[in-house]
């Protein structure tokens, strides 16, 4: 029951907000150029569901190859710089100062090195979801508490067996929530390298509609981004529910 609970309520509410979108507009006498009703962007979806779907399977690629990526390495960086003081007290400060560098200003740079196209975005992508992932995990793995590590190698674990038993499966549950937001991150990237240095994807698609004052389109652009976001959002919540079950509480 709970889980259809949490399916309908969302469905409910974004249909209110929906329906309060439609009414307002006409009633507050807002152009449409402005800001459209929802009736109007279906439409323009409908018309242009062509266009929406070349330009959304673009996004969604880059920004997979992005997100594939920074997972990848993200655990190994984590894992080194959990596992390690050394590690830790080398790169984690670096790491830091990275991410605190606003990535639409490497857009500029990616674009000289790279072109214009699709590399820019996947880099970007695996920019901005690489960080979370990093973290996440090594703060998983750092955490873990010195007095089971001293009660483990007093039964004779040695630190590899501790690292593999005790650590990975510690820092599972941190892994997984940093995933639901790793990808919504790597959509950001993606869309962000797209408005500027790429001739496909959602990023492109509401950069031209933004020129042509076509503002349901532009809408319509962001209705896809939320959906595909939701969708690998829900995605990774199952997969994190049935590998990790054991750390939540009913």
């Known amino acids: 029951m709970s889980r259809v609970r949490k399916l309908v309520l969302p469905l409910v509410v974004f249909a209110l907000l929906v329906v309060a979108w439609e009414v307002a507009v006409p009633l507050l006498a807002i152009q449409p150029i402005v800001l459209p009703p929802p009736s109007g962007i279906a439409r323009t979806m409908v018309s242009t569901a ?4 070349f330009h959304a399977k673009a996004t969604l690629i880059t920004t997979l190859i992005g997100f594939g990526a920074a997972v990848g390495l993200g655990l190994l960086l984590g ?10 007290d080398a790169l984690y400060p670096l790491l830091v100062g990275f991410n605190s560098i606003p990535k639409a200003a490497v857009v500029p740079l990616l674009v000289m090195w790279f072109g214009i196209g699709t590399v820019p975005a996947v880099l970007t992508a695996f920019l901005l979801a690489f960080f979370p992932v990093a973290v996440n995990v090594a703060v998983g793995l750092a955490t873990l508490e010195s007095e089971l590590r001293d009660v483990l190698r007093v039964l004779g674990a ?10 990975v499966p510690r820092t599972m549950p941190l892994f997984f929530a940093s995933l639901k937001v790793a990808v919504s991150s790597a959509f950001v990237g993606s869309v962000i390298s797209e408005t500027v240095a790429s001739n496909a994807g959602i990023g492109y698609l509401m950069a031209v509609a933004a020129s042509d ?14 959906a595909m976001g939701v969708v690998l959002y829900g995605v990774f919540a199952v997969i994190e529910r049935r590998m990790t079950a054991w750390a939540y509480a009913e």
């Open 50 to 53: 062509g266009p929406i779907a």
């Open 213 to 226: 004052f076509n503002t349901r389109l532009a809408f319509g652009g962001l209705f896809v981004l939320a």
């Open 158 to 167: 040695s630190r590899w067996q501790i690292f593999r038993k005790v650590g």
């Open 79 to 88: 894992f080194a710089i959990g596992a390690s003081a050394t590690v830790h």
